[in-house]
């Protein structure tokens, strides 16, 4: 959870002589359900002459609530700084992007211009950078120095939107936090065509995002267009040493580097000595350093502290260089560290500490399987994910339902959720809702169970021309709301299945066509949105991503009423 950060904010602000003023709400664990839930913070923020900062951190919102806000921040072109980190614990996800959408339009409408947005701890993933994409495209971003989204699960997908999102105007980032998302190398490579163009980082920190060798090289190849750079986080990915010597080869432009963070980042002997080299070479007046559990030999450790110390200076200047969890040899070899080193060496014993991980051959022939290995898991990690999360256009072509829940046996029901035709759904009788309710309730599993009832239910709608077809239709929608709003995180599950079933989103499974012709689900559904058993979440859900896709779904349209 976030703090409140005084000297963020008087950093922030250009006018170094301003009284700073703002509204911080952070860490009371408010649930704000409603426009009268928020009312405290609509009347701090209505009170506040000169909001220069809002700080929300640690707080739960939902959707009025956060238009509630919107409606009180369209008042103030002044704010430069909005901290929204752990903002929607125990929200379902879908109510996310249109809470942030809602926040995002008032700042959009005051015509504000943030210095500072920090997002991290919201479990949006990538349908909320859809919520954010108007947002960070507006002139509201337009001078933002400090982006923070740690820990949101944005994936591959929501990577990239966010590149698309970010290189949409010229950006001056000096600040960009994005860790525990999952990036991976596609992410990772997308973000780094930004990051060169920007040319203006001064920190950046991206660990814990399954990034390989791939990956490390393309934000290697951005780190030599950002001379400025001085803190590089790549903590927990596996820069190995085919990544270490990219960086090290980025290193003669980042003369500013200050702080480097490589701990677990599995570089071994033969990346410690890549780095070793170039920075004794390029004489890196570094500060700090984590080189921690890389699995490297002691004489590459030496290598380290010889290299960070070789400069005159270098007793002053470090503060701390962390090698513990590698092979530091005996006692004496660590005294020699320490006595180089001096406070700021944190070698503290551990496995493998006074012994060699592997010899020289015997690393050798590792980098060499490992970077194979490498290859291999990016290979099938892109494809996989390039499968899944492709940028979402052609909605209807290429959607993805799992039907994995509906057992298509050799039953009436079965061979008509297969080929989904009127002469199949003939055959089910004048009871056909009931005859597939039936059927489905066999199914134990909450998400599968749900997803099979959507599938079903929208074969049938897909067939609503036909007035047989569009009573049956009718008869099984509140089956459906009444079978999924019984299981665990039905909320989040049944608007899911709903976005895929309509196109809206695409899943996150294998992809195949649909079984079912959109128009008339569309015409079904925007009519079952009026009726009083539908929850108003999904409502408000569908509503939404419906809105977000007009021009690139039409169809979305019926909806929208």
């Keep these: ?9 008087n950093s922030a602000l250009s006018d170094s002589g301003r009284p700073i003023s703002g509204v911080d709400f952070s860490g009371k664990s408010l649930k704000l359900d409603t426009a009268n839930d928020a009312q405290p913070i609509v009347d701090a923020i209505n009170a506040c002459p000169d909001l220069q900062y809002l700080t929300l951190t640690g707080n739960t919102l939902g959707v009025p609530a956060a238009e509630a806000i919107s409606k009180a921040l369209e008042h103030h072109p002044e704010l430069k700084i909005a901290r929204l980190s752990d903002m929607f614990t125990g929200r379902m996800k ?9 926040l995002g339009d008032g700042m959009i409408t005051a015509g504000a211009r943030l210095s500072v947005l920090d ?10 950078v859809e919520g954010l994409a108007k947002l960070l495209q507006s002139d509201v971003c337009s001078e933002l120095e400090e982006l923070r989204l740690n820990n949101n699960g944005l994936g591959i997908t929501g990577g990239r939107l966010l590149a698309k999102a970010l290189a949409s105007r010229p950006r001056r980032l000096k600040i960009f936090i994005a860790g525990r998302n999952r990036l991976e190398n596609d992410g990772a490579t997308a973000l780094a065509k930004v990051f060169q163009n920007m040319g203006t980082l001064e920190e950046l920190a991206m660990p814990q995002n399954g990034i390989y060798h ?15 750079l001085a803190r590089l986080n790549l903590n927990d990915n596996t820069v190995a040493a085919r990544g270490a010597q990219a960086i090290a080869a980025a290193l003669p432009k980042l003369k500013n580097l200050k702080c480097i963070n490589f701990g677990d980042c599995l570089l071994k002997s033969k990346g410690a000595l890549a780095l070793a080299k170039a920075f ?27 290299a960070v110390t070789a400069l005159p200076d270098s007793a002053d200047r470090l503060s ?30 551990g496995e493998g500490s006074d012994d060699e991980y592997v010899t020289d051959s015997e690393e050798e022939n590792s980098n060499s399987e490992e970077e194979e290995d490498d290859e291999s898991q990016n290979s099938e990690d892109s494809a996989t994910e390039d499968a899944q999360h492709d940028t979402l256009t052609n909605f209807a072509d290429t959607i993805a339902l799992d039907t994995s829940g509906v057992q298509e046996i050799e039953t009436d029901v079965g061979r008509f959720l297969a080929q989904p035709t009127l002469e199949n759904l003939e055959k089910l009788g004048p009871n056909a809702a009931d005859v597939i309710d039936v059927h489905l309730q066999s199914i134990k599993e909450p998400a599968a169970m749900i997803q099979a009832y959507v599938d079903a239910t929208f074969c049938v709608a897909g067939l609503s021309e036909n007035a047989t077809a569009s009573q049956i239709a009718e008869q099984l929608f509140p089956i459906l709301i009444s079978r999924a709003t019984r299981a665990p995180a039905s909320a989040w599950l049944l608007a899911n299945s709903f976005l895929t079933a309509l196109a809206l989103i695409k899943s996150e499974e294998k992809p195949q066509r649909l079984k079912w012709s959109l128009p008339p689900c569309y015409r079904f559904v925007s009519r079952q949105l ?16 419906a809105h977000s896709k007009r021009g690139a779904a039409p169809l979305a349209d019926m909806l929208c009423q």
Excluded at 1 to 9: A, G, R, T
Excluded at 214 to 228: E, I, K, T, Y
């Design 1 to 9: 959870m976030s703090n409140f950060d005084l000297n963020s904010i």
């Design 94 to 102: 879908t109510e996310i992007p249109p809470a942030l959408a809602a």
């Design 119 to 128: 997002l991290s701890d919201n479990a949006f993933g990538p349908i909320g």
């Design 214 to 228: 791939v990956g490390v090289a393309a934000l290697s190849d951005a780190f030599r267009h950002n001379p400025n």
């Design 280 to 306: 004794k070479e390029n004489s890196l007046l570094l500060e700090s350093l984590d080189l921690s559990h890389n699995e490297i030999g002691r004489e590459a450790c030496m290598e380290i502290v010889d």
């Design 320 to 349: 701390r260089v962390v090698l513990a969890g590698n092979s530091l040899g005996g006692a004496n070899n660590k005294k020699i560290m320490r006595d180089k080193l001096g406070a700021s060496a944190e070698l503290s014993d």
């Design 530 to 545: 009026l009726s009083p058993h539908v929850p108003p979440a999904l409502r408000d859900t569908l509503r939404f991503f």
